[in-house]
Nanobody, 124 residues
Framework: QVQLVESGGGLVQNGDSLTLSCAAS????????MAWFRRPPGKEREFVAA??????GTYYEDSVKGRFTISRDNANVSLQMANLGPDDTAVYYC???????????????????WGQGTQVTVSS
């Protein structure tokens, strides 16, 4: 079993930066890839970014490329978000999976461990 706990969400202004953190515990060797998903208001949960074990590969959704940076220190993963806009408002979830390649790592269905989510609200 893997447990994931997110932190760092909050209310920010348009253009601000924010860093989310996810602390993982449990048997991570079975779920080496970690990712962030988000669920905007009234929408489905969507892929944001993923990082492989050891940080050897990172993947981003197009709308966050150049603004968001995912990184990890073994079982802990962070998401640095810059130049935030109202469209980034969402509940952000940390997730872990045994998948290690695309396109699976971009799919919600590939992830079997999820955190409880943390709210990020960007005011215009």
């Amino acid at each position: 079993q893997v447990q994931l706990v997110e932190s760092g969400g909050g209310l920010v202004q348009n253009g601000d930066s924010l860093t989310l953190s996810c602390a993982a515990s449990g048997w991570m060797f079975s779920s080496p890839t970690m990712a962030w998903f988000r669920r905007p208001p009234g929408k489905e949960r969507e892929f944001v970014a993923a990082v492989l074990w050891g940080g050897v590969g990172t993947y981003y959704e197009d709308s966050v490329k150049g603004r968001f940076t995912i990184s990890r220190d073994n079982a802990n993963v962070s998401l640095q978000m810059a130049n935030l806009g109202p469209d980034d408002t969402a509940v952000y979830y940390c997730a872990a999976t045994g998948a290690t390649s695309e396109p699976r790592i971009r799919r919600r269905s590939a992830y079997n461990y999820w955190g409880q989510g943390t709210q990020v609200t960007v005011s215009s």
